[in-house]
T-cell receptor
Framework: ETGVTQTPRHLVMGMTNKKSLKCEQHLGHNAMYWYKQSAKKPLELMFVYNFKEQTENNSVPSRFSPECPNSSHLFLHLHTLQPEDSALYLC????????????FGPGTRLTVT | KNEVEQSPQNLTAQEGEFITINCSYSVGISALHWLQQHPGGGIVSLFMLSSGKKKHGRLIATINIQEKHSSLHITASHPRDSAVYICAVSYYGGSQGNLIFGKGTKLSVKP
């Protein structure tokens, strides 16, 4: 049990759909992250939140919209995605920003058709 | 050129063998992370280190800051060690908490 849960684990959506990914951490951490992992590419940071405030948007297209209502929950709202957005989306949390271990969720495997 | 390079990209070993995975980086760092990703996607943090050596069970991680190089060693390898091992660094000048990741080393340990 990593202490970080993600739902759904698998998602298939059309390019015109709107869906949301959810992440919850039970570790009392203050920082949360969204990552994208595409085949044959390194993990890519998408967004960082610290104490509910967004501290990083790594040039992510606006069709990805994050939301962090509190330090334990993180959402990624998806709309009008492209097939190239198909990937594994990973959520992580850490005690704070800086040199802390990051704890990862199991990921959501997203397929855009 | 990636700022974090791992070698080898793929590694096949027999059960019981001693395994070494290497990571080189080109930026000044404050810490280096070794992560393990099993099939299915979940990632587990194995080590975070900024100097010297750390050991946990059969896993050993070392770092040489001057040479900008780290190694992950697995002693007495077992099929359950089969996974992708990822090196990541926190770099000076980057935003706090941001990591640069290597592409990973896929390890397969045969019984």
């Amino acid at each position: 049990e990593t202490g970080v849960t993600q739902t759904p684990r698998h998602l298939v959506m059309g390019m015109t759909n709107k869906k949301s990914l959810k992440c919850e951490q039970h570790l009392g951490h203050n920082a949360m992250y969204w990552y994208k992992q595409s085949a044959k590419k390194p993990l890519e940071l998408m967004f960082v939140y610290n104490f509910k405030e967004q501290t990083e948007n790594n040039s992510v297209p606006s069709r990805f919209s994050p939301e962090c209502p509190n330090s334990s929950h993180l959402f990624l709202h998806l709309h009008t995605l492209q097939p190239e957005d198909s990937a594994l989306y990973l959520c992580a949390s850490s005690q704070g920003l800086g040199d802390y271990e990051q704890y990862f969720g199991p990921g959501t495997r997203l397929t855009v058709t | 050129k990636n700022e974090v390079e791992q070698s080898p990209q793929n590694l096949t070993a027999q059960e019981g063998e001693f395994i070494t995975i290497n990571c080189s980086y080109s930026v000044g760092i404050s810490a280096l992370h070794w992560l393990q990703q099993h099939p299915g996607g979940g990632i587990v943090s194995l080590f975070m280190l900024s100097s010297g050596k750390k050991k946990h069970g059969r896993l050993i991680a070392t770092i040489n800051i001057q040479e900008k190089h780290s190694s992950l060693h697995i002693t007495a390898s077992h099929p359950r060690d089969s996974a992708v091992y990822i090196c990541a660094v926190s770099y000076y000048g980057g935003s706090q908490g941001n990591l640069i990741f290597g592409k990973g080393t896929k390890l397969s340990v045969k019984p």
